[in-house]
């Protein structure tokens, strides 16, 4: 069966990759793991692996192509599988990333309507269809922040629900903010995700560490859940109390983090932690051990 190899998603800024070198050529075999193509982003340059092993029979975009995130780049098939070049096509056709409120089908052209500010009546109440004020009350929308595109200034409830899906974007946006703590001290956290998900992932870094440790897989996890990356008190951007004015013990460091989250509405939430690189492993502990 064919694999499709994307652009993938390596950062929650990340929206495109410049392919800038492959490793294979069409006809070569390739290895599942290998490094297959390198792509450069606004942050890095980093190699692709190969998500299946088999024959590179397609290379879809070439050296210097900006690609979309989980945009086809390749097609990598079974060593003995036969597809024609209408089979490649309608593979690349199918995973290529769908537009933002396209259609399943041809649809009829409407007429563009200019977004303006909603009009108003002289007891200052905003011009908006019966359908309009239901489908606001029914998403909670202001509709003093809706423009309207119906004649005369008039709100519709399309109108509405494009204001309700443009807030929610916002919302599952990357931004960072700043949690002021009941002591005064201010901790980051990197948030994004969908505002509904019914997951909340919170990413810890080790000590010495920051909040950029999760930034290669942040993206991912982002698409289904809200998250959350903190700085923990003393690390990062988080404020950096002088140690004899702040707990910064484990349980210091954990109720930091708990007063966080409450605030940040993401508890109850799963928590990722990293070790930090001044933990010494396991293994090294135990050769140390037995030369003492």
């Not at 003093?144 to 119906?150: D, K, P, R, S």
């Not at 629900?161 to 903010?177: F, G, I, V, Y």
Request: proline share 7%; hydrophobic share 40%.
């Amino acid at each position: 069966m064919a694999t499709i190899v994307t652009m993938p998603k390596w950062g929650l800024t990340m929206a495109s990759g410049t392919i800038t070198g492959w490793s294979r050529q069409e006809g070569d075999p390739v290895t599942e793991g290998a490094p297959l193509l390198t792509v450069e982003t606004e942050k890095a340059v980093d190699d692709v692996e190969a998500p299946a092993s088999g024959i590179l029979r397609k290379i879809v975009a070439e050296v210097g192509s900006e690609v979309p995130v989980s945009g086809p780049v390749a097609v990598i098939t079974l060593p003995d599988e036969q597809l024609s070049d209408e089979d490649l096509a309608r593979l690349v056709a199918a995973a290529a990333p769908a537009a933002v409120g396209a259609s399943a089908g041809p649809a009829a052209p409407r007429p563009v309507r200019e977004a303006r500010r909603a009009a108003r009546d002289a007891t200052g109440r905003v011009n908006a269809s019966p359908a309009a004020r239901k489908r606001a009350g029914e998403l909670g929308v202001d509709l003093a922040t809706v423009e309207a595109t119906g004649p005369n200034g008039r709100i519709t409830s399309e109108d509405v629900d494009r204001a309700a899906a443009e807030a929610a974007a916002n919302l599952a946006a990357p931004r960072a903010e700043f949690v002021e703590l009941a002591n005064g001290m201010k901790i980051y956290a990197l948030l994004a995700g969908p505002p509904d998900a019914e997951r909340a992932i919170v990413f810890l870094h080790g000590l010495g560490g920051s909040q950029t440790t999760w930034g290669a897989v942040l993206g991912e996890f982002a698409a289904d859940n809200r998250i959350a990356a903190l700085d923990l008190p003393g690390h990062g951007a988080s404020d950096k109390p002088a140690p004899e004015s702040t707990d910064y013990s484990l349980t210091g460091l954990a109720n930091a983090v708990a007063e966080t989250l409450e605030k940040l509405d993401l508890a109850p939430a799963i928590i990722v932690g990293s070790r930090s690189s001044e933990q010494s492993r396991p293994e090294k502990d135990a050769d140390d051990n037995q030369h003492d």
